[in-house]
T-cell receptor
């Protein structure tokens, strides 16, 4: 099975940086995904890590350490529109489905 | 629009009634998933198709739930004899690599 943990809520100021941590304990691993979900909307894909290290995509970066079962999503130069839930999800080997954490609600304040 | 589409977007029904949701995936995607999401939680996996074959069903999917993908294109999710605990957002997703989600069908059982 999959056990995925992430903080419930985080608050940050516009223009600042926020790091959302995700730890996982799984029976196998074949990739870690981050999704953004605005209230009442569908999740949208942000990033994918399968090897250790940092993946950078504009203001968003995602890091993975497979040996530690740990990932983080880094949001830089925060904007009000970044207020959303951020979902960490893990894919197991030989398995195409994702198992999601409960999500971290990020609130950006002016 | 070539994204994942779901219908209806909202459904209010009385306990005991049957409901059916439809999902049209992105046309070149052969994998299709159904997830359920309740407030403050991440999406929970229900079932998954590769082409027309239903390859996995979650233990969350009681015998009141049935999903089909008869021609390997659109899919339907039927819930029979609905209960108040079935109230949730039902999300469909399709994939080649990362999952692309539809806007969801929100079910309210009175």
């Amino acid at each position: 099975g999959q056990n995925i943990d992430q903080p419930t809520e985080m608050t940050a100021t516009e223009g600042a940086i926020v790091q959302i941590n995700c730890t996982y304990q799984t029976s196998g691993f074949n990739g870690l995904f981050w999704y953004q979900q605005h209230a009442g909307e569908a999740p949208t894909f942000l990033s994918y890590n399968v090897l250790d290290g940092l993946e950078e995509k504009g203001r968003f970066s995602s890091f993975l350490s497979r040996s530690k079962g740990y990932s983080y999503l880094l949001l830089k130069e925060l904007q009000m529109k970044d207020s959303a839930s951020y979902l960490c999800a893990v894919r197991a080997p030989n398995d195409y489905k994702l198992s999601f954490g409960a999500g971290t609600t990020v609130t950006v304040r002016a | 629009d070539t994204g994942v589409s779901q219908d209806p977007r909202h459904k209010i029904t009385k306990r005991g009634q049957n409901v059916t949701f439809r999902c049209d995936p992105i046309s070149e995607h052969n994998r299709l998933y159904w997830y359920r999401q309740t407030l403050g939680q991440g999406p929970e996996f229900l079932t998954y198709f590769q082409n027309e074959a239903q390859l996995e069903k979650s233990r969350l999917l009681s015998d009141r739930f049935s999903a089909e993908r008869p021609k390997g294109s659109f899919s339907t999710l039927e819930i029979q004899r609905t209960e108040q605990g079935d109230s949730a957002m039902y999300l469909c997703a399709s994939s080649l690599q990362e999952l692309f989600f539809g806007e969801g069908s929100r079910l309210t059982v009175l």
